[in-house]
């Protein structure tokens, strides 16, 4: 059985997409429906702005689906019994398998990278990447802490990422250091995603996903927040506004999905990233990218 998985926020890169963009008439049209969607040239960002503008919460989140979507379309992804995406990288996974259009997918995007954007406004905060260290220390360890520091991210057995109020993810990282982890690492950004500090993002893309069509899914999607097949459109959108504050189970999700049968996971969108995460997970399993 095969599995389209779809990258989150940090596979963006100068220069992505244009050779999707170049390659066919069809992906072109696509791809420049989203300037219109959007209302500013995020092709022009994309293809040959600088870092520092493609690490813009509203540009990078958008930039990253876009390129996904065309992915999907370039690579003729049929064949796949399964999807899943990381953090943002659901929504991708919401339009392989028709839950969700294009257009309402992109827009979906856009309002959910400028709700995250004035949350982190709102609270000074921050992540950090925890290495060597097992899951339940690292949960203990954020319980133990003053002020808000939750895991954020369960990438693959002993990379879980935290996430909080920045004198509670600093303190906490000192405390993980001492119980034995590798490294304990301060991320570049300037928020804490996947937290309870997101509370006002997520009403926000409440409010926008309650207004937008989802389909039945085609194949089932294997959501960051249950880790399990889902395929009723009304519980894709819980599960979709329950993410802004809880944990992405990349781990759970991969591993609930090789139970299933997943033998072949194909990375479609910018970047590597979940191929060498998903090949940590479970070493036998294929991994190759869409093109």
Known sequence: MKALVFPGQGSQYVGMGK???????????????ANEILGFDILNIMFAGTDEDLKKTKVTQ???????????KAADALGAQMVAGHSLGEFSA?????VLSFEDGLKLVAARAEAMQEACDINPSSM?????LEDKVVEDICQS???????ANYNCPGQLVISGETAAVEAACVALKEAGAKRALLLPVNGAFHSPLMQPAQEKLAAAIENTKFRKATIPVYQNITTTAVSDPLEIQKNLIAQLTGPVKWTQSVQNMIKDGAEMFIEVGPG????????????????????
Do not use: C
């Open 62 to 72: 958008p930039a990253i689906f876009i390129h996904s979507v065309a992915g999907v």
């Open 128 to 132: 950090a990447a925890i290495l060597g």
């Open 145 to 151: 802490i003053d002020g808000i520091v939750v895991p």
């Open 272 to 291: 590597k990233t979940l191929q060498g995460l998903i090949k940590k997970i479970n070493p036998e399993v294929f991994v190759s990218s869409a093109l």
């Open 94 to 98: 919401l339009v392989a398998n028709g």
């Open 19 to 33: 050779e999707l963009y170049d390659a066919r008439r069809d992906i072109k049209d696509l791809m420049d429906s």
